[in-house]
């Protein structure tokens, strides 16, 4: 624990100006972000006695070993940089609200010729026209089929419609009248075009429009006697109408505008959501965060705009936002959601009228958001903290290990030979950390050696990362010794391991690849798997670290020197941790082993193609549908696909007439010839699914 005193600027070195600090820990990681209007007065604060201090606040400070700024010229730039720095470093004290789930969107992919309407999640793409966000994808689903009868848009995936285009016979939807078939040519991609808009126009909540155009047409049919196109049109409105009822007026005025609610107590806070566009409520989402420090609510608020709006521009962003409190100062988050919608936005607390209720079941939402989250997680918290405290105390350790990293070895029967590595922090998976080994010192089947490989490389980059902050002091000879390389020579970049970062810099805070270590190593496996990676660590000069094992079959905990493993009682919840942390360990390893050895059998012509990556085979196979194909064209077709030039066209033209069968494949299993015909076929070798199967039948053999 650091004594803020020891790293407290000296007086006058804090400017007076607006500007965002970072508090960086011992191993120069960033831990916290924030901005200011003047840096000397906010920085002041922390540096005050701990007993003062917010108990998360002082936390941090004494986590922290060191302190820095930027200036900048405006609060909005101070704004717009602590958005940056959160999202780039990931800071664990700073509030971040976790999403519960990844709500779905209604999207309109706008950006194609012929525009497909589908449900998406995840980050939002150029050229998409969203809507939403749902609570539940079956709510998307139910509205378009609604609105199918009206706007029959297409909604199938690019498979679908080249086969459709390809054969000239649309999908079932073409057949019943819900899709107008551009793939067919029965509309024209301008007519299309503007029936998407159509759909999209309906969506923003511009109803009133088709609904007097379909109540006309209706009328004019029946005046004509032809009754069963005014039947038609009848059904259509009532789709309409059910449709719209799905999403109720809340806002008489058309109103668009986010209204956003925060439920707190001392230690959380929930914030809820509510999206009305043309005064329908079209969506709802929550987050619920840790409060590190005592924030007010406005700038819970603040904080919540961010994480709502810093992605998003345009329409996106709502002419409206209203919200329980403020952000102090509330000019600059204004300006800032200005420019990011690109016309002026009204950040404001409702007073009264249809408003000021709406707002009130927003806040209801977030008070029971917060009720039901503190329900879940009450017994999860003091679990997790049981089982840690076990495993410490079954262990002799100092602490709870609150970064837990497991270690486990798998083969097929001494084939693609891979290591996992998996990291659980404060008893959660740590995803973002995990780890991946191919095992290249040697070939062969041999668990043992194969852990110390691993628990060498994983610890010599973590060496190597402490020699470059001079944190490191006498492991120079161990590294050397163990790898018998100087550690100036020692390689930093292993292919073998999952993507690294491009550049190794000291300061820039970003959690970078195997430069924290744990408190605890756990590997799968009994005392030989234990003493080889303890024997790994005693190399390397590394002394601070425990190891312990987990053996399968009587699931007993292995530690270093000790003839006896350690029972942990069946009921023990630190047993449980382990055995969780060996099963992920497990399941990781395997899964990469399989891809791999999936890889290894799914291999044809196009793989031994020198330069061509997996997006221009890909490109390859979507332009002639199949490899047959591919086979059959001449080098000038092959030249047409983008990004394919004439050498290149030659060299897969040579790589696939030496892959050519001389004779029909079958497969023996079911007497049937193997053809490559079929569409997406990326194997080029008839006789893969001959090949294929023994392994599968093999699974029950990998370790």
């Not at 409206?320 to 404001?348: D, F, H, I, K």
């Not at 492991?475 to 999952?498: I, K, M, Q, R």
């Not at 790589?655 to 007497?671: F, I, K, M, W």
Request: with cysteine; charged share 30%.
């Amino acid at each position: 624990m650091a004594d803020p005193s020891s790293y407290r600027p000296k007086p006058g070195q804090i400017p007076d100006s607006p500007g965002v600090y970072r508090f960086r820990d011992e191993h120069r990681r960033v831990i916290y972000v924030g901005k200011a209007k003047s840096l000397r007065q906010r920085l002041a604060n922390y540096f005050q006695d701990l007993s003062g201090l917010h108990p998360r606040t002082r936390t941090m400070v004494t986590t922290a070993a060191s302190v820095e700024w930027t200036v900048v010229s405006t609060e909005v730039e101070a704004l717009q940089l602590e958005y940056s720095w959160i999202k780039e470093y990931d800071p664990r004290f700073n509030v971040k609200y976790r999403d519960d789930k990844s709500y779905p969107y209604l999207a309109v992919t706008m950006n194609e010729e012929f525009p497909r309407v589908q449900v998406m999640r995840g980050h939002k793409k150029k050229g998409v026209r969203y809507f939403g966000p749902y609570a539940h994808a079956w709510a998307i689903r139910d509205t378009v089929d609604l609105l199918l009868r009206v706007f029959p848009v297409r909604t199938c995936s690019a498979g679908v419609f080249k086969n459709a285009a390809r054969t000239g016979r649309p999908c079932l939807l073409g057949y019943i009248g819900k899709c107008s078939a551009p793939c067919v040519g029965r509309v024209s991609a301008e007519e299309h075009g503007e029936l998407s808009e159509e759909f999209c126009d309906f969506m923003a909540g511009r109803t009133g429009t088709y609904l007097r155009r379909l109540e006309k047409q209706m009328m004019e049919a029946a005046e004509e006697m032809e009754y069963e196109r005014a039947a038609r049109l009848r059904d259509d409105i009532e789709a309409l109408k059910k449709a719209m009822e799905k999403n109720a007026v809340v806002l008489a005025d058309a109103t668009d505008a986010d209204l956003i609610a925060v439920a707190e107590d001392e230690l959380e806070a929930a914030v809820q959501i509510f999206h009305v566009r043309g005064g329908r409520v079209r969506g709802q989402r929550g987050w619920v965060t840790d409060k590190v420090e005592d924030v007010t609510t406005g700038a819970l608020v603040e904080h919540a705009l961010q994480q709502l709006y810093g992605e998003e521009r345009g329409d996106s962003v709502p002419k409206e936002v209203l919200v329980p409190a403020l952000p102090e100062p509330v000019e600059p988050v204004q300006e800032w959601l200005t420019e990011r919608r690109g016309s002026n936005v009204s950040l404001r607390i409702p007073q009264r009228g249809d408003k000021k209720a709406l707002m009130e079941t927003v806040e209801r939402n977030a008070q029971q958001a917060l009720v039901l989250h503190k329900t879940r997680r009450a017994s999860d918290l003091t679990t997790r903290s049981r089982a840690l405290e076990e495993i410490a105390e079954a262990l002799d350790l100092d602490s709870a290990p609150l970064r837990i990293e497991c270690y486990d070895i798998s083969h097929l029967q001494g084939d693609d030979v891979v290591a996992s590595m998996v990291v659980f922090e404060d008893g959660l998976q740590r995803k973002s950390e995990y780890r991946r080994f191919q095992i290249k010192g040697f070939e062969g089947q041999d668990d043992v050696r194969s852990m110390h490989e691993v628990i060498t490389r994983r610890f010599r980059r973590y060496i190597a990362e402490k020699e470059r902050t001079g944190e490191w002091t006498d492991g120079e000879n161990a590294l050397a010794s163990a790898t018998g390389t100087p550690l100036a020579d020692v390689p930093l970049t292993d292919a073998t391991e999952a993507p690294l970062t491009s550049s190794l810099k000291d300061d820039d805070g970003r959690p970078k690849r195997f430069a924290y270590p744990p408190q605890l190593v756990v590997v799968d496996g009994g005392q030989p798997q234990v003493a080889a990676a303890k024997r790994a660590l005693d190399e390397l000069g590394i002394d601070d670290i425990a190891v312990c094992g987990l053996a399968k079959r009587l699931e007993e905990v292995w530690v270093p020197d000790d003839d006896d493993p350690v029972v942990l009682p069946r009921s023990s919840e630190g047993l449980y941790l382990l055995q969780r942390v060996r099963d992920e360990a497990h399941r990781f390893a395997i899964t990469y082993q399989r891809t791999k050895r999936a890889k290894r059998f799914r291999a044809g012509p196009l793989d031994e193609v020198p330069g061509l990556g997996e997006t221009r085979k890909q490109a390859l196979i979507k332009h002639f549908g199949s490899v047959k194909r591919l086979r059959a064209a001449t080098i000038e077709q092959i030249c047409e696909v983008p990004g394919i030039g004439r050498k290149t066209a030659e060299t897969i033209a040579v790589a696939l007439a030496r892959a050519a069968s001389p004779a029909p494949a079958v497969n023996t299993a079911t007497g049937e010839i193997i053809d490559d015909e079929e569409p997406g076929t990326t194997a080029g070798s008839p006789g893969d699914p001959v090949t294929t199967g023994a392994p599968e039948e093999r699974r029950g053999q990998e370790t």
